[in-house]
């Protein structure tokens, strides 16, 4: 990946005291911080009750208790989740398949711990509730909604952590730039738009971004020109451009994106302007 550096500044490692403390797709702990937040230290059952009575969910990269994120924009709008079993049999009586199930009536939170995939950190993907057992499942595998809010900066981090996980898998990142692109492009009050020091600022997806640039294998767009990516910041890197600016009702898709030297960039902003 091309900008795995600018990715990893993205997720931050903390000590933190409390799981409110915590920042959905954003924290990394230790294997020992998580055990110490939830007041468990049985990592290998995937699901305890943690000791403020939440259910506390963590998989590891081997887990016996298979997990699997589905969504578009943020793939971990939802999550798979397989329920635990005693002997391959998932018994009716479980403390902790009941307080997950029970969390669909809002009372508590199912909180979602997952070991990342080139360390042994684990990250906080956020607070997630029951929404229904998944379809042919006989009851196994329960289908998770997260409620964070989809504010730009929580998406801004899931997108980021996603990019982490797959920084050495273009054919990922490219497949899921075309799904996203295709998302947006029918996608009704598609910008999610805030303010930042008096200035309006769009939702531009990561995953896009990273795609156009793999794409144009540092080749600007414009004017044919190699354009390095050095680690250093000792050569100019190629800059992703909207061709109709998000702020004009363009979307924000891979058809919509040209990667350009800083030079064009430049020059394509001011035509804009005096359009």
Do not use: W
């Not at 939830?38 to 259910?55: A, T």
């Not at 589905?70 to 307080?99: C, T």
């Not at 890197?237 to 919509?256: A, C, R, T």
């Amino acid at each position: 990946m091309k900008y795995a550096l600018e990715i990893e500044k993205k997720v931050e490692q903390t000590s933190v005291t409390s799981i409110n403390d915590l920042r959905p797709y954003k924290t990394v702990i230790s294997r020992k911080q998580v055990a110490n937040l939830i007041g468990n230290y049985n990592l290998q059952s995937g699901m305890v009750i943690s000791k403020d009575g939440s259910v506390c969910i963590y998989t590891q990269r081997t887990h016996r208790y298979a997990d699997k994120t589905i969504g578009i924009d943020n793939p971990y709008d939802q999550v798979e989740y397989s329920l635990q079993k005693r002997s391959g049999v998932l018994p009716q009586n479980s403390k902790v398949n009941s307080a997950l199930i029970n969390t669909k009536n809002g009372n508590s939170t199912a909180h979602y711990f997952k070991q990342n995939i080139h360390d042994n950190g684990y990250t906080y993907y956020g607070k997630y509730k029951f929404s229904k057992f998944k379809e042919g499942s006989n009851d196994e595998i329960a289908i998770l909604n997260s409620i964070e809010n989809k504010s730009i900066e929580i998406l801004e981090n899931a997108q980021y952590l996603e990019l982490n996980e797959h920084k050495n898998d273009n054919a990922y990142i490219l497949k899921r730039a075309k799904e996203i692109s295709e998302y947006n492009r029918n996608r009704q009050n598609f910008t999610y738009e805030k303010v930042v020091e008096r200035a309006r600022q769009f939702e531009r997806n990561a995953i896009i971004k990273e795609a156009v640039l793999i794409n144009a294998n540092n080749i600007c767009s414009k004017c044919g020109k190699l354009v390095g990516n050095d680690i250093h910041n000792e050569v100019p890197e190629l800059q992703v451009h909207h061709i109709i600016p998000l702020s004009k009702d363009g979307k924000d898709i891979l058809e919509n994106c040209v990667a350009l030297c800083p030079n064009c960039h430049r020059r394509e902003h001011k035509n804009l302007q005096i359009l």
